[in-house]
């Protein structure tokens, strides 16, 4: 070997490898997320604008807190640049449920308005839970990082903007009295968009799995109206309901029930449809003799099994939401055929059966539109369009 040869070759010895690059990055990208999380669990919240009549909300670090006998403790709250004495509520509020005590060092939420002589009074509310939370966010980032790399931050972008959709979008128009339905139906496009093109990338797979969705949507929706009038639904069967009715009466609360119904089955939906396109696009790249027929018939092979395991998964999700309530109908001592009658069951039970009924037939209703759109192997695969597919 020459001496240009070995020089170029001990170069090349010296250079990190590909894994070894990729984990450098991985690295630095857990490191960033890691301060992340950092922030979220140490970032104070601005104080609350007080409301006209002078109350309103604070947040701060106990300090200390000094037992007086024959009266409610007292802590000694940090706010800001400022040191609070304010009052800690009796232990027992509710009669019989004992909470735990609030303990020095802990950020607290302090709740002030002004008492009889104009001065302020201050009165520990609440524990602030956000700087938990953001742990707890920061470790699904981490852990789907681990797991599905630049896919799972994706998909966390992802709901972190169909959440921005729901809140910035359909909640604002459904308050200002249009219609829930409509709405939704147009948020949930956006939504859908996010979730499957930019999770999984734009190719015609990912059309595929949007317009099956698209068209299980629909179908969703109408069994969703169909039921809820059969079941003669109203919307008031729950104390939300009755608040919502006295704040905010422009709200069309069977409306809401139907929009419910459908942003509930939206996430089980995209899945499944990913999923079968992904199957039936693979099958007809690796067997292009494959007829509609054969191909319509191994992706439902596959279907099955998912729908299976994703309406368990939907129900138990549903039962695991409505357990208080189960505990409560059981206390009550109400017999089956009441409890069904019962419109605050009924709309969960309408809920879980429509949504279920829509992730069923999602699978065939996608399943059919890939097998014809991919017989034949006509279109060309795009780079990286069957990398996401779930492999079975």
């Given at each position: 070997m020459d001496g240009a040869a070995a020089t170029a070759t001990r170069r090349r010895s010296r250079r990190p490898s590909l894994l070894v690059r990729s984990w450098r990055r991985s690295g630095r990208l857990v490191g960033v997320l890691a301060l992340l999380i950092a922030l979220l669990g140490t970032v104070d919240a601005q104080p609350q604008a007080a409301s006209s009549d002078g109350m309103g909300y604070l947040e701060g670090r106990i300090l200390e807190i000094v037992e007086h006998t024959g009266s409610d403790p007292v802590a000694l709250v940090q706010v800001g640049e400022r040191v609070i004495q304010a009052?800690?509520?009796?232990?027992?509020?509710?009669?019989?449920?004992?909470?735990?005590?609030?303990?020095?060092?802990?950020?607290?939420?302090?709740?002030?308005?002004?008492?009889?002589?104009?001065?302020?009074?201050?009165?520990?509310?609440?524990?602030?839970?956000?700087?938990?939370?953001?742990?707890?966010?920061?470790?699904?980032?981490?852990?789907a990082f681990a797991v599905a790399r630049f896919t799972g931050l994706r998909?966390?972008?992802?709901?972190?903007?169909?959440?921005?959709?729901?809140?910035t979008f359909i909640v604002p128009q459904i308050l200002a009295g249009a219609?829930?339905?409509?709405?939704?139906?147009?948020?949930?496009?956006?939504?859908?968009?996010?979730?499957?093109?930019?999770?999984?990338?734009v190719n015609w797979s990912t059309t595929a799995a949007l317009v099956g969705t698209l068209l299980a949507v629909v179908v969703t929706m109408g069994l969703a109206i169909a039921f809820t009038d059969l079941a003669r639904l109203t919307g008031l069967g729950t104390e939300d309901a009755i608040f919502i009715m006295a704040a905010a009466p422009q709200v069309a609360l069977k409306g809401l029930l139907l929009a419910g119904v459908l942003i509930g089955a939206l996430g089980a939906l995209t899945d499944i449809t990913i999923v079968q396109a992904s199957v039936v696009r693979e099958l007809a790249h690796t067997n292009p003799k494959l007829t509609l027929t054969e191909l319509y018939t191994r992706g439902?092979?596959?279907?099955?099994?998912h729908v299976g395991s994703l309406v368990n998964t939907l129900v138990l999700a549903y039962t695991g939401a409505s357990l208080s309530l189960l505990i409560l109908l059981n206390v009550g001592e109400f017999g089956l055929a009441r409890a069904l009658n019962l419109e605050?069951?009924?709309?969960?039970v309408v809920h879980t059966l429509v949504g279920s009924i829509g992730l069923v037939l999602a699978v065939p209703i996608t399943t059919v539109l890939a097998a014809w759109w991919f017989r034949g192997d006509r279109i060309p695969l795009a780079p990286g369009e069957l990398?996401?597919?779930h492999h079975h």
């Open positions: 009052l800690i509520p009796p232990d027992d509020p509710f009669g019989g449920i004992e909470l735990p005590p609030y303990r020095v060092g802990e950020r607290v939420e302090l709740y002030y308005s002004p008492g009889r002589d104009g001065q302020m009074t201050y009165v520990v509310s609440d524990w602030v839970r956000r700087p938990a939370l953001g742990w707890l966010v920061g470790l699904f980032a981490v852990a998909a966390i972008a992802s709901t972190g903007a169909s959440l921005v959709i729901v809140i219609n829930p339905v409509l709405v939704s139906l147009v948020g949930v496009g956006g939504i859908l968009v996010m979730a499957i093109y930019f999770v999984h990338g439902m092979n596959v279907g099955r099994d605050l069951v009924a709309s969960e990398s996401h597919a």
